[in-house]
């Protein structure tokens, strides 16, 4: 029985849609620093924080949908084909005829850290725009996720603004993980433009330090509770491998601890922490089912090399977690 109070639009509403990059990544193979010498690279693997995250929300059974843009290339159609046959509702992304698929050539540290060579905003990730398509699509839509990357794209961010009133004015509703840096909020107007999303939003999706920065403060209870008195019904609190928690308004509480795991790919991993999440309140799942299938979901992407590759279905996270130790 379902006894937590429902924060977001039933899936019965219409599709979760997001909004913005759709993207291949290349892999080297090998540790290292930089690209400045020929190495071994291994892709293309469909990627894009929001692709991946409409991805994993599709895998596990939600309605949903993505508005974007690909070119007309090899790297184009790796990305719709694998959202296509994962269930995601693809009428809205657009193919250029004249731009490139984004790309992103990725190279890991020793120490864990990343190298990125991007190809993002002279590629055809950046030439999003408010179509005929995206107006039908955003027209039956029923909840909206928006990710901190939205800021990076103008396009995006212009897209995002239109269609949020639109979804709520239908009893729809909005998802944000803030995916965002520090140093981005001194930028032009992105800290009101962060603090206006935190308004709107029904569910937060936070980690590290993010859930301060939506705050304004330090300390995670009156982080938590600003936030609550500001609007926000739900926060997930991601932990990595520590787990995840998550609040209610209400009051009501989840706790889960983390997954015993050989990390092999960390990217990717809270994109489908929060695709999971979504798609299993949507559904009408728990907050305790919805946090433990959310949590399976960014552990078993971190073994796969490959930023979606580990996105699962609800049967394969089930096995997932029935098969994989917790810490204590």
């Known amino acids: 029985m379902n006894d937590t ?18 993207l291949v990544e290349i892999v080297a193979r090998e540790t290292g620093t930089g690209f400045r010498e020929p190495i071994d690279l291994i892709g293309p693997f469909p990627s894009g924080a929001p692709a991946i995250f409409i991805d994993q929300c599709a895998r596990m059974g939600g309605a ?14 790796v990305n719709i084909e694998r959202l296509k046959r994962d269930g995601v509702d693809i009428s809205a992304i657009a193919v250029s005829p004249d731009h490139p698929t984004g790309s992103a050539f990725v190279r890991y ?23 005929p398509q ?3 699509l955003i027209a039956h839509c029923g909840h909206i996720h928006v990710m901190g990357t939205v800021f990076a794209s103008p396009a995006a961010w212009a897209i995002t603004e239109r269609a949020i009133p639109l979804i709520k004015a239908r009893g ?10 520090k140093e981005l909020l001194a930028h032009g107007q992105t800290e009101e433009k962060f603090a206006s999303l935190v308004d709107k939003a029904d569910l937060l999706l936070p980690s590290g330090n993010e859930l301060f920065l939506a705050a304004g403060m330090d300390g995670e209870e009156r982080a938590i509770e600003a936030l609550f008195r500001r609007g926000v019904q739900e926060i997930a609190v991601k932990r990595g491998e520590h787990g995840a928690s998550a609040r209610q308004r209400t009051g009501a509480r989840a706790d889960c601890p983390g997954l015993i795991v050989e990390e092999t790919d960390p990217t990717g991993a809270g994109d489908c922490f929060g695709g999971a999440y979504v798609a299993c309140r949507r559904l009408g799942m728990p907050l305790q089912t919805a946090l433990e299938f959310a949590n399976a979901a960014g552990a078993r992407n971190v073994t796969r090399l490959g930023p979606m590759e580990g996105a699962g ?9 029935a098969r994989t130790a917790r810490r204590s």
């Open 5 to 22: 109070p429902k924060t977001l639009a039933p899936d019965s509403l219409g599709p979760t849609v997001t909004i913005g990059e759709i």
């Open 64 to 77: 949903a949908a993505m508005v974007g843009v690909v070119g007309d290339d090899d790297f184009g159609f």
């Open 109 to 131: 540290r020793e120490d864990g850290s990343r190298d990125f060579v991007y190809n993002i905003a002279k590629s055809a990730a950046a030439r999003l725009e408010w179509t």
């Open 134 to 136: 995206v107006e039908a």
């Open 172 to 181: 729809g509703t909005m998802s944000l993980d803030p995916n965002l840096r």
């Open 313 to 321: 279905t609800r049967a394969e996270l089930e096995d997932f977690m």
